[in-house]
């Protein structure tokens, strides 16, 4: 009896291990992975981005008129860790009081200045020069197709291109040039003549990897 059953133990045991190797696979997977991380790019507004167009007197702005501000101006720079094909974002967060009719640029181009008492203040347009010899383009259709323009706008995207094709956007390393603000005052019956007004304009600069 001590035979027997030291046969059927290790036979229960035989039973048991079957099926778990007939259901182990042949196969295993191998998995490459990795991160390919663009080179870090920075950009900087001189001044902090802080533009000052110091005190305006209510009594120098002509009734019915808007009041064209003498521009200033402030430098983009744009620094990445190596050569990159970038893009240039810009929000406007004052885009609310945005006005029509205050210059001679298309209303596309305007930026807000804020509001006092629900009353738009004005806008603003940004104009940028380059100091080397990259020309600023921008976009319309996310990067589809690309033209020539001096002129930052919240609804373009932009890019700038070093080569005689401006249709396409070129590799950016180091780029420096100055943004020109010219604002553009509501006329002064819109306005709250007996209160200090503070022009409010805010835009957000966002470089974006093509």
Known sequence: MKKVSSLLFPLAWLALLAPIQAGA???VELRVIGTIRPPACTPTLSNN????????????????????????????????AGPTKIGLNIKDNRADSV?????????????????????????????????GDRQLIHSTDDGKSWQRGDYL??????????????????????????????????????????????????ATFEVTYL
Not at 163 to 184: F, I, R
């Open 25 to 27: 696979s042949n196969q």
């Open 49 to 80: 981005g802080t533009v000052d167009f110091g005190t305006i007197h209510f009594s120098s702005m002509v009734a019915g008129q808007p009041m064209a501000l003498e521009p200033k101006s402030t430098t983009l720079n744009i620094s990445c």
């Open 153 to 202: 706008a919240s609804s373009y995207l932009h890019a700038w291109s070093n080569s005689a094709d401006l249709t396409q956007a070129s590799q950016v390393q180091h780029l420096s040039g100055t943004v020109e603000v010219a604002p553009h005052l509501a006329p002064p019956e819109t306005l709250p003549a007996g209160r200090e007004i503070r022009l409010d304009g805010s």
């Open 99 to 131: 006005m029509a009719n205050l210059s001679s640029q298309p209303v596309a181009l305007a930026f807000g200045l804020g509001k006092i008492d629900n009353a738009s203040i004005g806008i603003y347009h940004l104009r940028f020069i380059s100091d």
